[in-house]
């Protein structure tokens, strides 16, 4: 069982920036981030192997970059120029390279508020 622990949520004003960061227990192959605002589906952001391919859902890239650093287990989320419909819950993910288990982490709450 590998475990996921975010850390970097905030309320922030539009415009700004945060980094989040999720530590895995373990190594995993894909590391990732999705999120989910209330009312709403959990849409992915992206994903990113340990190769440092990424994968972003629709409309996320350009203002998002996910990396990562595979020897300490860590991906991170740089989010610029944040806007308020960038408001929800970001949860960190895992699979391993078959696919054959999904790991999420527990949420860290992303506030975009004047």
């Known amino acids: 069982q590998v475990q996921l622990v975010e850390s970097g949520g905030a309320l922030v004003q539009p415009g700004e920036s945060l980094r989040l960061s999720c530590g895995a227990s373990?190594?995993?192959?894909?590391m990732g981030w999705y999120r989910q605002a209330p009312g709403k589906q959990r849409d992915l952001v992206a994903t990113?192997?340990?190769?440092?391919?990424?994968n972003y859902g629709d409309s996320m890239k350009g203002r998002f970059t996910i990396s990562r650093d595979t020897a300490a287990n860590t991906v991170y989320l740089q989010m610029n120029s944040l806007k308020p419909e960038d408001t929800a819950i970001y949860y960190c993910?895992?699979?391993?390279?078959?696919?054959?288990?999904?790991?999420w982490g527990q949420g860290t709450q992303v506030t975009v508020s004047s």
């Open positions: 990113i192997t340990p190769g440092g391919i990424t």
């Open positions: 993910s895992a699979d391993p390279f078959d696919g054959s288990v999904h790991y």
């Open positions: 373990e190594f995993i192959y894909y």
